[in-house]
């Protein structure tokens, strides 16, 4: 059974930071797509940021250059490391794992933006 256990999230001022964790069970996550997504308020859930099987890295415009996605295979863990956060960047997100036609999804951390 896939399990994604998000952590990380809290109430931070404008310009901090804040580092996610996903940690993974039953599925590797140097064998899969790794992804974070968030979700605001009344938005369709949005793709963050993604790190391939082969180490490829992608980045949603809104976020290049302020947050960066790793992951550590012998902790079977990803990252996101979210820095200059902004009120827009309140949400709640989401550790998604992809591998051909499977897709597993954590349960979320809220991420808080305020002054």
């Known amino acids: 059974q896939v399990q994604l256990v998000e952590s990380g999230g809290g109430l931070v001022h404008p310009g901090g930071s804040l580092r996610l964790s996903c940690v993974a069970s039953?599925?590797?996550?140097?064998?899969?797509?790794m992804n974070w997504y968030r979700q605001a308020p009344g938005k369709q859930r949005e793709l963050v940021a993604s790190?391939?099987?082969?180490?490829?890295?992608n980045y949603a415009d809104s976020v290049s250059g302020r947050f960066t996605i790793s992951r550590d295979d012998a902790e079977n863990t990803v990252y996101l490391q979210m820095n200059s956060l902004r009120p827009e960047d309140t949400a709640v997100y989401y550790c998604?794992?992809?591998?051909?036609?499977?897709?597993?999804w954590g349960e979320g951390t809220q991420v808080t933006v305020s002054s």
């Open positions: 998604n794992a992809r591998r051909i036609i499977e897709d597993y």
């Open positions: 039953g599925i590797l996550t140097g064998r899969a797509d």
């Open positions: 790190i391939t099987s082969g180490g490829s890295l």
